[in-house]
């Protein structure tokens, strides 16, 4: 048996330009999304990456047919006659469960597997199905097998989260398009990702408005009534603070490109705090740092809060800064497996509950890692630039589900990287 794993040469080096992909969570959402208008939608600047590979079998599955051309899918939901969604899929990618909205939507019923995914912390999804309660679908667990049905019809509901959930909200909303009467969604996610669904949304003839604020209203219309589309995807906000961290911990300058920098307000204080030089236009940011990093505190939170997928990124800038930073994971739990992996090429972190105490060092080393998820994955690799020697980043298949051509994009800045097959 052999595993692909990337090999890191620490040069210390990142700079250059570099353009982010589609985000994966808003094409995610906009793929499922194309369930509501029967016919061929058309979303542009989709990231090529493992996860929309299997989303695109979630829909096959349920009767689409999908094309590729570059960063264009043609998504024909026309032909959809199905409404199952099977275990093989769902288990190995958690939004998988973002198709219950849209199948509930416009078939009125849904039989999705319990979702898998990340193996960070229990991620429940007792929010989507409350709402999707309220909206008059009813519930029933089978094998493994969550069976959505909606004997009275879908109806507009005031619904009031007990968290701003990203999938609940998209969930919700999905549903709610083709609901009868008006939805009201309170303490809505305000991420980017879901103003980007609801564009789409209302380009297919849906009535949404206050998307990416906390209130979310949505007026039903009927479901034969929504339409396919055409759209393009925004740029992927993770990524992009992705190679800024790299930028600002080789030194950078890193100019990331094709991403609106309002979406990483929160992260680019936090890089400036930490002493890196940001400037940004339109769709560019970039970072260059002069001095040493500085110590810092961050407490992840729900949008335009500090972004949970940043974390382990920051936690190594803070590993690698003067002082100690203390890090607080909010919004998951169990974040912080990465910790352990960085501390093998010498990082001094220690968790207390939700926290990380970060005790910053002069330098890393080169060590063998294993990605826990696909931001820790991204993040060793970071580090092993940065690192004095060899790193080898094993179980890469977490980074694939979210970075396009990571590797070729760090080497087109400057850094020693290369895949390569060993044996297991
Ligand atoms: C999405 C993103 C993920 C990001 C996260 C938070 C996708 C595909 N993934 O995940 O990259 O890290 O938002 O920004 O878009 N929760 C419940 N019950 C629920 C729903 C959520 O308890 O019904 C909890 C989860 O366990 C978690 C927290 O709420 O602790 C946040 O989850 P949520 O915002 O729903 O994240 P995802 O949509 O799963």
């Keep these: 048996m052999s595993e692909e794993i990337i090999v890191v040469r620490g040069n210390g080096t990142l700079k250059g330009e570099v353009s982010v992909a589609g985000a994966k969570n808003s094409a995610l959402k906009l793929m499922a999304a194309a369930l509501l208008g029967r016919g061929q939608s058309v979303i542009h600047n989709v990231p090529l990456i493992s996860d929309i590979a299997i989303m695109g079998e979630v829909l096959e599955r349920l009767g689409a047919q999908v094309e590729r051309e570059g960063h264009t899918l043609r998504i024909d939901t026309a032909p959809v006659d199905s409404f199952k969604t099977p275990y093989e899929l769902v288990s190995k990618m958690r939004a998988s469960i973002s198709v219950l909205g849209p199948l509930i939507g416009r078939f009125g019923q849904a039989h999705v597997a319990m979702p898998g995914g990340c193996q960070i912390g229990a991620r429940k999804i007792d929010m989507h199905l409350v709402g999707l309660e309220a909206l008059g679908v009813k519930f029933d667990v089978a094998h493994g097998d969550l069976i959505a049905t909606t004997p009275d019809g879908l109806h507009g509901a005031h619904v009031m989260l007990n968290f701003p959930s990203v999938g609940a909200t998209e969930n919700l909303l999905m549903a709610a398009v083709a609901a ?225 051509d990571y590797v070729g994009k760090l080497a087109s800045l400057g850094a020693d990287v290369s895949r390569t097959s060993v044996s297991a």
């Excluded at 789409?200 to 998307?211: D, I, N, T």
């Excluded at 940001?278 to 972004?307: M, N, S, Y």
Aim: hydrophobic share 40%; proline share 4%.
């Design 180 to 404: 009868e009467g008006v939805t009201v969604i309170e303490n809505a996610a305000r991420e980017p990702e879901i103003e980007d669904l609801a564009n789409m949304l209302v380009s297919m003839g849906a009535r949404v408005s206050g998307a990416g604020t906390s209130i979310i209203e949505v007026e039903g219309v009927p479901s034969e009534s929504l339409h396919p589309c055409e759209h393009t995807t925004v740029g992927d906000r993770i990524e992009a603070g992705t190679f800024l961290v790299g930028g600002a911990l080789m030194g950078g300058p890193v100019t990331v490109r094709g991403i609106d920098p309002s979406f990483l307000r929160m992260a680019i204080f936090k890089l400036r705090a930490m002493g890196c030089e940001v400037e940004t236009g339109q769709d560019w940011v970039r970072v260059e740092r002069t001095k040493p990093l500085v110590a810092t505190e961050i407490q992840t939170l729900p949008h335009p809060g500090f972004p949970t997928d940043l974390q382990a990124q920051f936690m190594l800038l803070a590993a690698r800064a003067e002082g100690v930073s203390v890090i607080t994971e909010n919004v998951f739990e169990n974040r912080f497996m990465f910790a352990a992996e960085l501390s093998r090429m010498g990082a001094d972190i220690s968790i207390e509950d939700h926290h990380a105490i970060v005790r910053g060092v002069s330098r890393l080393q080169g060590a063998p890692v294993s990605s826990t998820d696909l931001r820790a994955g991204a993040a060793l690799v970071l580090a092993g630039i940065d690192a004095e020697g060899e790193t080898r980043v094993h179980e890469i298949r977490h980074i694939d589900r979210g970075y396009e």
